[in-house]
């Protein structure tokens, strides 16, 4: 496990859009799970930069880790939906570069990825919960792999659907799809990030104190190769 | 996770020869944590043969996981006499190559494998209580690492304790050392190995069951690059 | 470079076929390129052992590195006929993990390796001329790719083509196609065996003397990854 | 071998500041052989705003590939010196992370780097005769280690030694001590970049032509692990 810590927001974006880019400069297919969210937003402005007309980076793809579909809406979920808007568009990332995981294909997602190859890497963010991807406490458990989450799952996972479709009861979906914890473990390298003081405790928490399916994140400190970074807010607890 | 079955003890003690020495010619310092006890009797009559006075093969080193020390008697506890007996004295393995975890060090185990470049690979065996190294149930926990257990650690552990010295009540301890299930999961590759009818039930428990500390190798499931070798025997309730 | 030098032929095929397949008990496509000849003959009796039907081992995929066709006769040519006989017949290797290099399809090979994920290994024998694969000085140079070699390549290329048919002037082909040395530096590490006194002087010039194409062999010396595996009668000019 | 072509020297530069970034940013020792000159002054600048004062940093080691010692004046001398004045002073590496070659230890250099676990990147430039480091036509050759290079090495070598200390001909050294071929083709990978219309000529004669030791680095096109890092007018030959 190695832990960086930055000064602000801005530079662990910018560590974390460096390490991502790093990975990319292959001769040879590099593949990589990413994020939505708020966390990766200045992260995705400085990698749009350096990501952006390259051909010379059709060596990476890039896979969701989690969808969340809409009751009627066609098209894509809420995650992919954030993701184009956030990179794939603005990056213009070719098509052929990018593999959706929805409720279509979850059941092959563990597949599909070890036939590609694996992940070489999975960005990932935290909730205050200690959640990532769409493991949230109570959802799934470590020995999962690509999981159907429905709305039931939780007491309140109905309203944290409604939520996610910005309150539209229209297109609140009852389940949503995530890679579980055993999914994500298999990547070769795992990196989260985080930042705020809204973020401190669970730092602290997941990656300090037991491993335990009430913290899902606890789980990746046990992975042989994480990486942790932090603005100095979300660090204040362990340093 | 990757499964080998073998028709029998005799061959699947080769393949877990095999994969070790695969890993040990290589043109770098190699780093393996191997295993004590009654499973890898026929591998190491099978690496003797391998390794014995091959000077090529000096930038291989060894780790014990665990140790239990003898009350009394001076010089190496339980597992690091096994070991001698077993492999390294048959073997002519060179001091050198040979780092012992005892009671004295176990606090710097894990700092002092990273600064020699971590663990390339660790050779376990399975309890049919789930444990492997010294983690027994109740023992330590998914978060631990190297760590110290002592006598009263589980109600049945000084019987334990008196059995692994032989029985000889002058020399049981009260202690023992071990690396714990995080240290193990730094290693780049994990590989358990099982013989016996007797296994058959935790190896389907531990590696398709629920990750929990009940079944201390429930973890392994979830590290990014774990083989499993067993007999048919072993294997017989998964296939 | 790292020179393992074993007692006698038997050893040093035995130390090859284990570090053969320590490569391929991964849980990932591996790649293998390998030789025809007669070197690895009492290696394949090895390997035959440990890998016929072994479902486990589904993994991995075999490619030839060069291809001497027949003039009259269809089918296979020397080379793949030779790796059929010696191993992939008696191994029982299934047809979709054996990958044929010929003379329709050598203009793409190096394409098709690289799409593959690349040689995880690739294992030669060296001639008393220098030569690997169908290098031999005069035909082809360092920075050529897979290449087609014709019969007017070098004075004696005419005589070698009737002698590789076995004296059949029937049979005797024009050409033959070969990975080139540029191909070969390609893959991520190269083991090179030799047996007996006849090899003794090109291993020292090989690799203890000029990067010359005059002695093709000599580039290997530069790979990052290379093992050479030699009997002490092979290795008696180096010792 | 990956080629990337970027519009102008600060994008180039930008890119390799990335690419060596994303190998930093690791749990474990990285080893990195660095270039002084004028090609990576932009590329430094951007490193130090990225590597200055960060402590979680500490894991990676650099190594000078060259050293051309002055005369008279004592202490570092012109490549040491500048990577001081371009790098290592300005991002406050601690001297515990350096490891200087000069003319007192180059003969141990090769195992020195070999016992440290061996280069996993060296970033070199090139000249417009095709040298990188101190390997200049007629100075070695590629089965070459790290070398002594006497100034009657070449018909104008005292020359080129004048040169290098600034004209100064008190300061001229008789000698200059390099890593040789062979050493540089040891690294795990190799990175070069170039900038500018004068070097147009020498990347496609180096890349693309005959491997020679004429053309010192077209002896790189045959690693396995090579990324070339251009502008638009270094690659005007190529595209």
Redesign the interface.
């Known amino acids: ?5 930055e000064e602000n927001y801005a530079q662990m974006s ?2 974390a859009a ?12 590099v593949n990589l799970a990413i994020t939505a969210g708020s966390t990766p937003v200045k992260m995705y402005e400085y990698l749009i930069e ?1 990501v952006k007309n390259k051909t ?1 980076l059709d060596n990476v793809h890039y896979y969701n880790f989690d969808e969340i579909p809409y009751k009627k809406k066609s098209g894509y979920g809420v995650t992919m939906n954030n993701l184009n808007k956030l990179f794939f568009e603005p990056a213009a990332i070719n098509p052929d570069q990018i593999h959706p995981l929805d409720e279509t294909n979850y059941k092959t997602q563990d597949l599909r990825i ?1 036939q590609d ?2 992940l070489d890497l999975i960005l990932l963010g935290i909730g205050a919960d200690g959640h990532y991807c769409g493991n949230l406490p109570g959802t799934t ?3 999962d792999l690509t999981s159907y989450v429905g709305e039931d799952a939780t007491e309140d996972m109905q309203e944290i659907l409604l939520s996610e479709v910005g309150g539209d009861e229209n297109e609140r979906p009852n389940f949503y799809v995530t890679m579980g ?2 999914s994500v ?4 390298e795992i990196v989260l990030f985080a930042t705020g003081k809204k973020k401190a405790k669970i730092i602290k928490q997941a990656f300090f ?3 335990t399916n009430n913290v899902p994140a ?2 990746l ?7 942790i970074i932090l603005d100095k807010e979300a660090a204040s607890e362990i340093l």
């Open positions: 496990m190695k832990i960086i810590v910018r560590v460096n390490l991502l880019l790093g990975k990319m400069y292959q001769n040879k297919r350096d010379y070890e190859g694996g458990t470590f020995e914890p055993k473990m298999q990547a070769k104190g037991p491993v606890s789980l400190q046990v992975h042989p190769n994480l990486t």
